[in-house]
């Protein structure tokens, strides 16, 4: 579904390159769990960000479903981010100005194109996305009146209303403490199930890696895949599933 094809990222301060991904090349299969951990600065926000069309490579490509996203028109890329990418950051990115219920109808809305689905559909859809997230009793609430981790659930329902084909998500459980980190990971697997997706988390918290079929390591901008006897967590569970 995704071939990232040595993907390099260079950025620029004064006279100093920062080289923060460096030949970077894999696939990602459909429903596929993906997970990518690495120390904080190593690369790993800039490489999701180059996989979801968000940020071009300095060399190298994408391709999504045979399509090498960077060189098709910016319109082009925004539709296949918008209809089968979802994005879930450490900071939600919810708009404070808008309801539960409007956050996650908004991509829906945005994306309507042509295909003229009509606002009470995605209304009734975004309800019933909320429900899965088990926040129907917060449609109506702003996001400024949510904890952190129903906040993270907004974020994933709105991540959902276009049915991604894949979901990416940024240190999803960052910002929470361990109750709503493991609240989060049991969200997102049980969605993940449910909707049929390939799910890549990328991560400094070594906790998180119990289940993922991938795993990789990205040092220094240098990623790396790692089996299961390679992998030694540092965190407080052993490794359970690999492949
Ligand atoms: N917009 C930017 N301009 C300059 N340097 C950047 C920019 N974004 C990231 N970097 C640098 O690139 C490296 C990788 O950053 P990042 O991908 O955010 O790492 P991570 O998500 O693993 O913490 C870091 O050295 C960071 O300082
Ligand atoms: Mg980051």
């Not at 600065?41 to 960000?49: A, D, F, M, V, W």
């Not at 209809?83 to 900071?91: D, L, N, S, V, Y």
Request: net charge positive.
């Amino acid at each position: 579904m995704i071939r990232a094809v040595d993907l390099n990222k260079t950025y620029y301060q004064g006279r100093t390159a920062i080289r923060a991904v460096k030949s970077a090349s894999f696939s990602i299969s459909r429903r596929e769990t993906v997970l990518i951990t690495g120390p904080s600065g190593s690369g790993k926000s800039t490489l999701l960000h180059i996989l979801g069309g968000l940020d071009k490579p300095t060399a190298g490509k994408v391709f999504f479903d045979g399509n090498d996203i960077y060189s098709l028109s910016d319109g082009a890329r925004s539709r296949i981010r918008n209809e089968k990418i979802g994005f879930i950051f450490q900071f939600y990115h919810l708009l404070p100005e808008f309801t539960v219920l409007e956050n996650v109808m908004l991509p829906a809305l945005m994306g309507r194109g042509d295909k003229k689905e009509g606002v009470a559909d995605i209304r009734r859809r975004a309800q019933n996305i909320l429900k899965l997230v088990k926040l129907n009793g917060r449609a109506c609430h702003r996001p400024a009146e949510l904890s952190g981790g129903e906040s993270q659930r907004v974020a994933i329902a709105r991540s959902l209303i276009n049915s991604p084909d894949i979901l990416l998500c940024d240190e999803p459980t960052g910002n929470l403490d361990s109750t709503m980190r493991q609240e989060i990971m049991n969200c997102l697997w049980a969605l993940k199930e449910k909707e049929n997706m390939a799910l890549v988390l990328v991560t400094h918290d070594e906790r998180i890696h119990d289940g993922f079929q991938r795993v990789f390591r990205i040092e220094d901008g240098t990623i790396e895949e790692i089996s299961g006897e390679k992998y030694v967590p540092q965190g407080l569970f052993k490794r359970q599933v690999c492949r």
